[in-house]
């Protein structure tokens, strides 16, 4: 007879499928007993082939969801389709290393749920310049990012999951601030490492997904204690804060031009203090983060742009 499983691992995904194969690789590669956990990805009904095939010897249940296509139901689908006690949720671009379900177990404690470590996947860090985005969680993070956290099941029960009001985003936090209401202690596990992948974004993707994740301000919204780990209490990240103060000054431009250009300083410091630390030449990385500014100028307009509307049907002042 077999044994049920310890841990449950849920992935949702959507045409990635490239990107799933790498996760149940590593899945597979884990050193916690096959026997001992289970694996569900949750795909959209309309998704065609092919699909990533698990490596040999990983048996993984695959479900599908006829709704909207963002992750928040598809993690609602799986973790409902597990008897194991623990659920841990990683995300199609994500490479949990090797002891990940293994240290996850054994920092599991009665009234908790876990979060681990996330950083850009080492294969393709060379990648993270431009456009690029990756993760790095390398504490306790107050937003409880699902690339990498564990719940009991009993407490996803409790809770009935993941609101699905948050439709791309934010459901993540608003469930770990549920849980932590509901007398649930956040536990914070180093040594349990998801490693993140660095997508490369053109101009357009950037766009598209800024205009796709204002869910920040409907956190706030549900839970306004939260705002205390915004920047300053009020933008989403220090880069808004000062192309907020640079797009105020430039209002002086014509009467003050000096003032305005010092009222930029700020944001482009910001930007060219990251490209400093590539191992480049100092006037080649000048050169390069001078080439990105106007896009990353350009996305972050339209992020604060996106916020503001959502900050506004929901009533709160966040940017």
């Not at 456009?131 to 409880?144: C, D, F, I, M």
């Not at 706030?220 to 989403?236: A, D, N, T």
């Not at 010092?262 to 191992?279: D, F, G, I």
Request: hydrophobic share 45%.
């Amino acid at each position: 007879m077999e044994s049920a499983p310890k841990v449950a691992v849920v992935i949702p995904t959507r045409n990635r499928e490239t990107r799933v194969a790498f996760a149940l690789e590593a899945i597979g590669a884990q050193t916690l007993p096959r026997d001992q956990f289970e694996v569900v990805v949750v795909r959209d009904s309309s998704q065609a082939g092919p699909f990533a095939k698990p490596p040999e010897g990983l048996t993984v249940r695959y479900l599908t969801y006829s709704g909207s296509s963002g992750p928040t139901a598809k993690r609602n689908v799986g973790w409902r389709s597990t008897t194991a006690p623990l659920v841990a949720f990683t995300d199609d671009d994500c490479r949990p290393a090797p002891d990940w379900l293994e240290r996850m177990i054994q920092a599991e404690e009665d009234g908790t749920f876990l979060t681990g470590r996330t950083e850009p996947d080492p294969d393709e860090i060379h990648l993270l310049r431009g456009l690029a985005r990756s993760r790095t969680v390398v504490g306790p993070s107050e937003w409880y990012p699902c690339c990498n956290v564990a719940y009991p099941r009993a407490m996803l029960d409790r809770l009935d999951g993941f609101d699905e009001s948050f439709y791309f985003g934010g459901e993540d936090t608003d469930l770990a601030l549920r849980a932590r209401k509901a007398g649930a202690r956040a536990q914070y596990v180093h040594e349990a490492l998801v490693w993140h992948a660095v997508l490369s974004r053109t101009l357009i993707d950037a766009f598209r997904e800024a205009v796709a994740w204002p869910s920040l301000p409907l956190v706030i919204s549900r839970h306004p204690e939260q705002r205390r780990h915004l920047y300053l209490s009020f933008f989403r990240n220090e880069a808004h804060a000062k192309l907020a103060l640079a797009v105020l000054g430039s209002a002086a431009l014509r009467a003050r031009p000096a003032f305005a250009l010092a009222m930029w300083l700020p944001y482009l410091a910001h930007h060219l203090r990251s490209e400093l630390h590539t191992p480049s030449p100092v006037p080649v990385k000048l050169a390069r983060g001078s080439l990105r500014l106007p896009s990353l100028l350009l996305v972050e307009l339209v992020e604060m742009a996106a916020t503001a509307r959502a900050a506004w049907r929901h009533r709160v002042a966040v940017a």
